[in-house]
């Protein structure tokens, strides 16, 4: 296995409440991007997509790379929420889980979002950081 430094949290800018799949961005990143030469991908860039309903699914394998950050994708793990900004309450309950799960099986990884590792993004409108610290504080107060 990888060594794995970082969980990296994504959105997928679509439409808030419009439901998105897993399916749907394994179709986007595996077909041919006039604006992207480096597409077609051999799979989904993500290795975790949580849906607006419904707990997280599994993307692209965590043992391989994925294509979700400039530089970065060798020690990371992509997790990306769908919506762009308004993100339900059960997503970001299902996102604490994962992390929770992930950091069992990688202890020590940094949690952080898309923009605190490319200033050129906003991805994915929140800060994840802080976010995380606050839901650490809840479960131990
Ligand atoms: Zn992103």
């Known amino acids: ?57 599994a993307g692209r394998p965590v043992e391989r790379p994925g294509a979700h950050v400039g530089g970065q994708n060798a020690d990371s793990i992509g997790i990306c929420l769908i919506g762009t900004r308004d993100f339900e309450e059960s997503q970001l309950l299902y996102l604490e889980g994962l992390l929770h799960a992930l950091l069992i099986r990688f202890p020590g990884a940094e949690v952080c979002g898309h923009t605190d590792l490319d200033s050129g993004k906003t991805c994915p409108n929140f800060n994840v950081g802080a976010w995380w610290r606050e839901r650490q504080k809840h479960n131990t107060g």
């Open 1 to 57: 296995m990888r060594p794995i430094r970082r969980f990296v949290v994504h959105c997928s800018e679509s439409p808030d409440g419009r439901p998105d799949t897993l399916e749907d961005i394994r179709l986007w990143h595996m077909s041919p991007d006039p604006r992207d030469p480096s597409k077609p991908w051999s799979d989904i860039g993500y290795h975790w997509v949580i849906e607006r309903s419904g707990p997280p699914r």
